[in-house]
Nanobody, 123 residues
Framework: VQLQASGGGLVQAGDSLKLSCSGS????????IGWFRQAPGKTRRRVAV????????DYSDSVKGRFTISRDDVKKTVYLQMDNLTPEDTAVYYC?????????????????WGRGTQVTVSS
């Protein structure tokens, strides 16, 4: 599977932004997809994960209640709706997939990574 993140930009604190992760290749619906972010000088961190079939969704504590992950397997796209953004959300956001039919919250388990999209939140 190949992935490409898009939708980033420059916004103000309190604004909303919706990221898209577009996939290509067969069996997109079988992949657990995660959103991750990396701020300057920091390690890449998990933000949200959605399982194949959307049965399971997981969020990091820092975004719980503000971000929502969803997927449309017909469009081969996973979304990250980000509300009430703060400057601490500033980072490059990546989407990634584990192997088919696997669930993981561990960043190192994700094998297929797309290019990131920059999100900058000004105060």
């Amino acid at each position: 599977v190949q992935l490409q993140a898009s939708g980033g930009g420059l916004v103000q604190a309190g604004d909303s932004l919706k990221l898209s992760c577009s996939g290509s290749g067969p069996n997109f619906s079988s992949y657990t997809i995660g959103w991750f972010r990396q701020a300057p000088g920091k390690t890449r961190r998990r933000v949200a994960v959605i399982s194949d079939g959307s049965d399971l969704r997981d969020y990091s504590d820092s975004v719980k209640g503000r971000f929502t992950i969803s997927r449309d397997d017909v469009k081969k796209t996973v979304y990250l709706q980000m509300d009430n953004l703060t400057p601490e959300d500033t980072a490059v956001y990546y989407c990634a997939a584990v192997q088919p039919w696997r669930w993981s919250r561990v960043t190192e388990k994700y094998r297929y990574w797309g290019r990131g999209t920059q999100v900058t939140v000004s105060s």
